[in-house]
């Protein structure tokens, strides 16, 4: 049986969603224009004031946020509510430039716990089950997030952090966890090491697991799945709309559910801006219609996905988005067709190769060539050529059954790939040079 942990919400019809969320706009945009200087500056630009919003069909009026305006605008210059009331930050790790602190009065925390609880919910919890949180806590948001819809939903909740994974085994099997939240690949890790230590998945009682915070495929569910004798279900989030939570996996296990009185979502096509309609691929754009501390409008994730608002056998009718393909910066324009390397990665994964390989891209002739360079792994290598020739046209069908366009494939000796500082350069486009 689904449960639900605001059904009511939840379960909305379409055209009462809308309401709820034109009515939370209209008020969300008089707030921004009251209170936060730096987005009022970029409506005056663009020629809109709030008397121009008058429900969601109007959205596209409204200007865009991008990471470059968070930088611009660290670290006060978004916040739309006097720091008294502002009860916490949360930051991002901030690999590039400075870091995004993100505010929150207790009502942003209240909507964001919620957010949380109805995705625990969705995966199985409830007041009797025990909820170890592995994600990291401190500036990061997903321990403090997941901890909290735990304690919304009335679990008992193990604040174990990330780490000390001997510990996180024991912890699981002595006080018998039944959800584990961390990130897809500490959960495949935590797997691994189980079965180092000799123990299977009937040896834990998991039955569930919330894994976000990082891109992860369908075979990696499926392993991780295995590995611990769980379902393994999807979160999304981002730092600057709350942390995890803005979308959640439900029993259908196929695409997230966006917490739609709380989020919009639109699609756009990332170079031209314009929103694209349902179904297309184009970068995810989120406005946060109830946040006070730090409301975004019109945010633009960067990820790459696709949106739908199909029924979905849960019961629930929030939209649902996809499993982001990639980021628009890694987007690659191939003979017309959008190509990310997390899709030629899985396909390499799918056939039991790592991911150390490079893509390269040239135009020759007015014709995009498209390279795709594959270690073999040490326990694949070989040397007999048939065997090499057979191995690189399954990879270039199954690359062409995956992208829709043919590549040319050469498999490499392992460690053939120049590494810097560890990391292999996944791309070179010769076309831009
Ligand atoms: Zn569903």
Same mark, same amino acid.
């Given at each position: 049986?689904?449960?639900?942990?605001?059904?009511?919400?939840?379960?909305?019809?379409? #055209?009462?969603? *809308?309401?709820?969320?034109?009515?939370?706009? $209209? +008020?969300?945009?008089?707030?921004?224009?009251?209170?936060?200087?730096?987005?009022?500056?970029?409506?005056?630009? +663009?020629?809109?004031?709030?008397?121009?919003?008058?429900?969601?069909?109007? @959205?596209?009026?409204?200007?865009?946020?991008?990471?470059?305006?968070?930088?611009?605008?660290?670290?006060?210059?978004?916040?739309? /509510?006097?720091?008294?009331?502002?009860?916490?930050?949360?930051?991002?790790?901030?690999?590039?430039?400075?870091?995004?602190?993100?505010?929150?009065?207790?009502?942003?925390?209240?909507?964001?716990?919620?957010?949380?609880?109805?995705?625990?919910?969705?995966?199985?919890?409830?007041?009797?089950?025990?909820?170890?949180?592995?994600?990291?806590?401190?500036?990061?948001?997903?321990?403090?997030?997941?901890?909290?819809?735990?304690? +919304?939903?009335?679990?008992?909740?193990?604040?174990?952090?990330?780490?000390?994974?001997? *510990?996180?085994?024991?912890?699981?099997?002595?006080?018998?966890?039944?959800?584990?939240?961390?990130?897809?690949?500490?959960?495949?890790?935590?797997?691994? *090491?189980?079965?180092?230590?000799?123990?299977?998945?009937?040896?834990?009682?998991?039955?569930?697991?919330?894994?976000?915070?990082?891109?992860?495929?369908? #075979?990696?569910? +499926?392993?991780?799945?295995?590995?611990?004798?769980?379902?393994?279900?999807?979160?999304?989030?981002?730092?600057?709309?709350?942390?995890?939570? $803005?979308?959640?996996?439900?029993?259908?296990?196929?695409?997230?559910?966006?917490?739609?009185?709380?989020?919009?979502?639109?699609?756009?096509?990332?170079?031209?801006?314009? $929103?694209?309609?349902?179904?297309?691929?184009?970068?995810?754009?989120?406005?946060?219609?109830?946040?006070?501390?730090?409301?975004?409008?019109?945010?633009?994730?960067?990820?790459?996905?696709?949106?739908?608002?199909?029924?979905?056998?849960?019961?629930?009718?929030?939209?649902?988005?996809?499993?982001? /393909?990639? *980021?628009?910066?890694? /987007?690659?324009?191939?003979?017309?067709?959008?190509?990310?390397?997390?899709?030629?990665?899985?396909? @390499?994964?799918?056939?039991?190769?790592?991911?150390?390989?490079?893509?390269?891209?040239?135009?020759?002739?007015?014709?995009?060539?498209?390279?795709?360079?594959?270690?073999?792994?040490?326990?694949?290598?070989?040397?007999?050529?048939?065997?090499?020739?057979?191995?690189?046209?399954?990879?270039?069908?199954?690359?062409?059954?995956?992208?829709?366009?043919?590549?040319?494939?050469? @498999?490499?000796?392992?460690?053939?790939?120049?590494?810097?500082?560890?990391?292999?350069?996944?791309?070179?486009?010769?076309?831009?040079?």
């Amino acid at each position: 049986m689904e449960r639900y942990y605001q059904e009511e919400i939840e379960c909305a019809p379409y #055209e009462k969603i *809308r309401e709820i969320q034109s009515e939370k706009l $209209v +008020k969300q945009v008089k707030h921004v224009w009251d209170n936060v200087p730096y987005y009022r500056k970029k409506m005056e630009e +663009k020629g809109v004031t709030p008397d121009d919003i008058k429900s969601v069909d109007d @959205l596209k009026k409204l200007p865009f946020l991008s990471k470059a305006d968070l930088r611009d605008a660290y670290p006060y210059g978004l916040l739309g /509510m006097p720091l008294k009331d502002c009860v916490r930050i949360h930051s991002t790790s901030g690999t590039t430039g400075k870091r995004v602190v993100a505010y929150y009065t207790q009502h942003d925390i209240d909507l964001w716990e919620d957010c949380c609880a109805r995705a625990l919910t969705a995966a199985g919890a409830t007041n009797e089950d025990v909820v170890q949180v592995a994600y990291g806590y401190g500036l990061f948001t997903g321990g403090a997030g997941l901890h909290g819809g735990s304690h +919304k939903v009335g679990s008992l909740t193990i604040p174990i952090s990330s780490g000390n994974t001997d *510990r996180q085994i024991m912890f699981a099997m002595d006080l018998s966890a039944t959800i584990l939240c961390c990130t897809p690949s500490y959960a495949a890790y935590l797997g691994e *090491r189980m079965k180092e230590l000799g123990y299977g998945p009937e040896d834990i009682p998991l039955k569930a697991g919330i894994f976000g915070a990082e891109a992860w495929s369908e #075979e990696m569910r +499926k392993d991780i799945e295995k590995t611990l004798g769980i379902k393994a279900f999807d979160i999304y989030g981002l730092t600057e709309l709350s942390g995890p939570g $803005v979308a959640f996996e439900c029993s259908a296990q196929s695409g997230m559910h966006i917490n739609e009185d709380h989020f919009i979502a639109e699609i756009i096509d990332p170079d031209t801006e314009e $929103v694209l309609p349902e179904g297309s691929v184009g970068e995810l754009v989120f406005t946060a219609v109830d946040k006070e501390a730090f409301p975004m409008i019109r945010y633009r994730t960067k990820d790459i996905c696709k949106l739908t608002r199909e029924k979905c056998s849960c019961g629930r009718t929030h939209i649902k988005m996809a499993k982001p /393909m990639g *980021r628009s910066d890694d /987007m690659l324009i191939i003979r017309g067709v959008n190509v990310f390397p997390s899709q030629i990665e899985t396909v @390499l994964m799918n056939n039991g190769y790592a991911a150390n390989y490079q893509i390269i891209v040239d135009r020759v002739n007015n014709t995009d060539t498209f390279d795709v360079q594959v270690e073999m792994t040490p326990e694949m290598f070989t040397d007999n050529i048939g065997e090499i020739e057979a191995r690189q046209r399954k990879l270039s069908d199954d690359l062409k059954a995956m992208l829709g366009i043919k590549a040319k494939v050469s @498999l490499l000796a392992p460690k053939s790939i120049a590494r810097s500082e560890g990391k292999a350069v996944r791309v070179i486009d010769k076309r831009k040079i």
